[in-house]
């Protein structure tokens, strides 16, 4: 069984309200070097057998298609889960 | 090694740790006792859950029963069913019935603020369906402490993000309910909910499973680790100074869930096959399988391994204890499964056969065949301890009479009075609430007559001939804890009366009695009292309790909260699109104040606004006047005498004229003569007294004689105190004048301005 | 004249829908999600609510439901559809109006009565309002803002695409103010707030919301 991570942002242009609410909070609390936040959203694929290129093709198309809305957001990672950042 | 009732039987010297479930020796003895050998795991855990105090009441259950012992048949008469089940239920006419609660969430909504008050609401809206109703609307009573300490804020906007967030997503309008600021519950914030439900008479359900042989299933959410230990960890026991040290997993509600739960029950209820249904929710599986066999005089079998679950790793006294939102149960005839799944699938809500109602007065639960629970439903449900816990009148209540607010230095002059009412009407619990109140739908079902800030919610039951309902919830902290039996009856009053300004009669009563520690002696005599207060006071009005819920051990350390007993009230129009609005929108109309204004400022918002005072006693209880008063008002509406009606409570006169004026920013100018002269008062008492039993009307020209021929004739005194102008002021003649522009400076923007961004 | 409302699992403002369109003369006909059959009606509302819990776009997954299959077909042939709150994020996901509806700035959710500006007198379902004419209809949203890049806002102001915009405080942190919009046809028109709460004395803050749909009755019996 593989596993297959899309992340999610808002488009760079789009006005984000939460993430805006995240720095301030941030902020209050002390985290001074912390000048921006963007919020977005990831979600983990489970697929049955092994990610190869095709499944990773497949889930970038699903994340186009449904997992992101193209108006407002940028699919911005699909890889496979296992891969260490 | 599952601890099975074949197990247990053999191991008779098993320590148990019923100490740290919450179960005393004695209770634990007992519990041995019933069942002739030591209870399994399983078992222990049921009966902590259901024994704690949440759900057996088990402090409560002495002083309650005068709710029923003082009902009177003449009371019974509209009640089609009392207290006891999930709500009460009240013929409201035509062939409708309305079924509505309150209750509470405390505990959790320190914890979690969010997901406590979103619970809370989900958990009330499901005892309304549970009786066969479509619930119609919400209610919310929130408490919190002092408006500027710091983690006042986290609080405030975790609970009321959580009422909107759930009622929202469930489609119910939020038509009333109260917010109140005060350090008494800095650590102990209160989260009650309201909702009411309608029904026509026949479809009417109860949770009973009867019928031997019948299914019982289990319907909705997955079951999952959210909040075990919830019930009888959090609920018994207090906070310590320093926090929420420990934090169980707390329940985590999806509104979406729910509605969909609705509307699938509603279908199930209108093929007409469910024979019992009953709600998950203190203490779950537990609770809902011991009260339906009891409730049924039945027993019931339960295959605990086929519950759908969230988490395959949880133990069988974890399922039994969990407290996993936006689960039902069901008990149909096994001729009818076919029929209750087609309609489960069509919304997509999952259900499951877990087990089937037996003849033999036992509720047996296996695990994967074994028997872990094998105990008579009765003594889980219904059975539970009985405490006469002792009480005593603390000797402190004396030194807090004598100290009344009248001696207090008082404003006397035109300016200082002035300076008071913008004061008192930018203060805490004066302010405008609307910060709070624009995040909840008001409109949503399209049957919203009224809703906050007028005096009652009312809402449309039958859109053919406007049929409906109002309600209103009240309760002032302070004067229960000058005096906890004439307090709790003012809250009564102030309930009963706001629902009358409506236009509404006053029919049934739901009470949510928040107190502290029951261990407490003295706040054991604020519960006996207050109970006591609120029966007789329903007794004499004539307007019965169809059932409520009691929250304990609202106390950090050694302070409990004020003793908060929070009456619901709720009465039916003929038609709700005659009812009376708390504002008047035109000018040239005559300004009325009914009933007497005594120098009565104990407990008052301006003893505590002005001089953080607390002590005294509370404004007299004229329950008498608050029925004619009752009348007079029904009448009123209904012969359309008056254009607009406020209730005066919390701020006096002043405040029912702040609040008239800037509701529709319609101007008065006021004299105080009358009242000073007839009840030996001076302009300051006239201003700021909270005697009760007054409201504040609004007549047209037209209408005066007639109108106050009808107090006459009811020999109800009344004094006219001014007219509506378009003036773009409120002016006290002799006194001082407040533009409407400054008032609203003053009066709108507190609560924006402390929580906003 | 025939008006289908849809039911998704989570629509809240379907009953009111169906109330205001038996109101303004109509006849409501409840359409619900899995049934890939218009029925014949001669026009739709998409109503206002919480469709699928708003679970990871509001209306994203309502989008995708087997009644939109003909829905989008219908609508591209010029059937009127009114899409309310809720309804106007489907309409959005569902490509048949342009830019899409995120969080109020505020982060609250807001419900007031709120004025409005009719812009567009011309759409299936604005006939019966003057250009310009002022009114005041119930705002009650947790996502209202419409934002889309410079270019699709010019191109409706441009086009006269604006059907109705906020007059006064902007509620949301809507792009140009903007409350509703219309497809180039003007068959199709997405609103934020809604019209069907304010079609009755005393349940609302007046009758203003009535001609939404009477406007659509109107357009029906002179196709």
């Known amino acids: 069984m593989g596993r297959v991570v899309v992340d999610v942002m808002p488009k760079p242009e789009i006005l984000d309200p939460q993430g805006k609410a995240v720095a301030a909070a941030l902020s209050r609390l002390g985290f001074d070097h912390v000048t921006g936040v963007r919020q977005g959203k990831r979600f983990e694929l489970e697929v049955p057998g092994e990610v190869t290129d095709e499944v990773l093709a497949e889930a970038r198309k699903a994340a186009e298609t449904l997992l992101s809305n193209p108006v407002i957001e940028d699919v911005v990672r699909v890889a496979v889960a296992d891969e260490a950042p | ?232 960890v959090l609920a018994s026991e207090t906070f310590d ?66 519950v759908p679950l969230r988490d395959s790793s949880l133990a069988p006294e974890e399922i039994l204890m969990s407290e996993s939102q936006e689960r039902m149960m069901a008990v149909i005839r096994p001729e009818d499964a076919e029929t209750f799944f087609a309609i489960t699938g069509k919304w997509d809500v999952e259900a499951t056969v877990v087990g089937e109602v037996t003849g033999d007065d036992r509720l047996v639960i296996t695990w994967h065949d074994e028997v872990v629970v094998d105990v008579p439903p009765r003594t889980v449900a219904h059975e539970g301890p ?177 003793p908060t007993p929070v009456v619901g009230v709720l009465g039916v129009m003929d038609d709700v699109t005659r009812r009376t609005p708390s504002g008047w929108k035109d000018a040239g109309q005559a300004l009325y104040l009914l009933g007497v204004t005594r120098e009565e400022l104990s407990g008052s918002e301006w003893a505590w606004v002005e001089h953080a005072h607390l002590g005294g006693t509370p404004p007299r209880v004229d329950l008498e006047a608050e029925r004619v008063l009752g009348q007079i008002l029904v009448n009123a509406s209904r012969d359309g005498l008056v254009d607009a009606a406020h209730d005066l409570s919390d701020g006096g006169l002043a405040q029912a004229l702040v609040e008239s004026c800037l509701r529709y920013d319609v101007g008065a100018r006021v004299w105080l003569d009358e009242v000073t002269g007839r009840d030996g008062v001076d302009a300051f008492v006239a201003l700021f007294s909270e005697s009760a039993a007054r409201v504040l009307v609004a007549v047209p020209r037209s209408e005066e004689v007639r109108f106050t021929d009808m107090c006459t004739a009811r020999r109800f005194p009344h004094a006219k105190v001014g007219v509506t102008d378009d003036s773009g002021s409120l002016e006290v003649q002799g006194q001082f004048e407040i533009g409407l522009e400054e008032l609203r400076a003053a009066w709108e923007p507190t609560l924006a301005r402390t929580f906003g961004e | 004249m025939r008006v289908g409302v849809v039911t998704f699992p989570g629509s809240l403002d379907d009953r009111d829908a169906a109330r205001a369109v038996r109101h303004a003369g109509g006849e409501p006909v409840a359409l619900w999600h899995g049934d890939a059959d218009l029925h014949g009606v001669d026009a739709v509302v998409l109503p206002g609510g919480f469709s699928y819990g708003d679970y990871l776009r509001c209306g994203a997954i309502a989008r995708f439901a087997p009644v939109m299959g003909p829905l989008v077909d219908a609508a591209r042939g010029g059937l009127p559809v009114l899409g309310i709150c809720n309804g106007f994020q489907v309409l959005c996901e569902a490509h048949l109006l342009p830019g899409a509806l995120v969080r109020n700035d505020s982060r609250l959710f807001v419900c007031r009565d709120q004025r409005l500006r009719v812009e567009n007198a011309g759409t299936a379902w604005t006939a019966e309002f003057g250009d310009g004419e002022e009114i005041v209809v119930p705002l009650k949203n947790g996502e209202g803002g419409y934002v889309a890049d410079d270019r699709t806002l010019d191109e409706l102001e441009g086009e006269g695409r604006v059907v109705v915009r906020y007059v006064g405080d902007n509620p949301n942190g809507s792009y140009r103010d903007i409350a509703g919009i219309s497809n180039e046809r003007g068959n199709v028109v997405g609103l934020m707030p809604h019209p069907e709460h304010a079609t009755e004395p005393v349940f609302g803050p007046g009758t203003d919301g009535l001609r939404f749909f009477t406007s659509v009755l109107r357009g029906v019996l002179t196709a």
């Not at chain 2, 007789?536 to 304990?552: A, I």
Request: with cysteine; net charge negative.
């Open chain 2, 241 to 306: 100074e320093t926090g929420p040290s420990k934090r169980p997993s707390v329940q985590v509600g999806d509104p979406f869930a729910e509605k969909v739960l609705i509307e699938c029950c509603l279908e199930l209820y209108a093929s007409g096959i469910v024979v019992g249904i009953q709600d998950l929710g203190g203490a779950g599986l537990s609770c809902a399988t011991s009260e339906m066999a009891s409730n049924g005089g039945t027993g019931m079998r339960v295959r605990l391994d086929t």
């Open chain 2, 386 to 562: 009985v405490y006469n816990r002792p009480f005593a009148r603390p000797a402190e209540l004396d030194v807090l009479q004598a100290d009344a607010a009248e001696d207090l230095p008082r404003p006397a002059t035109g300016d200082e009075l002035r300076a008071t009412l913008l004061r008192l009407a930018a203060s805490a619990n004066l302010s405008s609430r609307s910060w709070v109140t624009d995040q909840y739908d008001r409109y949503v079902l399209g049957n919203t007559a009224q809703a906050m800030p007028d005096d009652a919610g009312v809402v449309r039951i039958d859109e053919t001939t406007g049929r409906g309902v109002a309600l209103s919830t009240d309760c002032n902290g302070r004067f229960v804890r000058l005096d906890p039996y004439h307090g709790a009856q003012l809250a009564l009053a102030e309930a009963y009366r706001n629902v009358a300004t409506a236009g509404a009669t006053p029919l049934a009563v739901t009470d949510c009695l928040n107190f502290g520690s029951p261990e407490d002696p003295g706040v054991m005599w604020q519960f006996d009292e207050a109970v006591r207060g609120l029966a007789d006071g329903c007794q004499t009005l004539g307007v019965p309790v169809t059932g409520g819920n009691v929250s304990f051990y609202n106390q950090t350390g050694e302070s409990p909260i004020h």
């Open chain 2, 1 to 232: 090694m599952t601890d099975t009732v074949a197990h247990a039987a053999g191991t008779p010297d098993v320590e148990q740790p019923y100490d740290e479930l919450g179960l005393t020796e004695d209770e634990y003895g007992r519990i041995r006792e019933i069942l002739g050998r030591r209870p399994t795991s399983a078992e222990l855990a049921m009966y902590s859950v259901m024994w704690s105090e949440h759900c057996s009441y088990k402090s409560s259950k002495v002083h309650l029963r005068q709710f029923g012992e003082k009902t009177t048949d003449e009371m019974r008469e509209k009640l089609l069913v009392g207290i006891g089940e999930n709500a009460g239920v009240v013929d409201i006419g035509d062939g409708w019935a309305v079924t509505f609660k309150v209750e509470s969430h405390n505990h959790p909504s320190y914890v979690e603020p969010y997901q406590g008050a979103a619970t809370g609401v989900g958990g009330i809206v499901r005892d309304i369906l549970a009786m066969g109703a479509r619930p119609v609307a919400v209610m919310d009573q929130l408490r919190f402490g002092a408006i500027d300490h710091p983690d006042t804020a986290r609080v405030v906007h975790g609970v009321v993000a959580g009422v909107g967030g759930y009622g929202n997503c469930l489609g119910l309008p939020n038509i009333g309910g109260e917010v109140v600021f005060d350090p008494v519950y800095q650590g102990n914030p209160l989260v009650n909910a309201l909702s009411v439900g309608a029904l026509r008479h026949e479809d009417l359900h109860v949770s009973a499973a009867s019928g031997e042989g019948n299914l019982v299933i289990l319907f909705g959410a997955r079951t999952g680790g959210d909040g075990i230990g919830g019930v009888s």
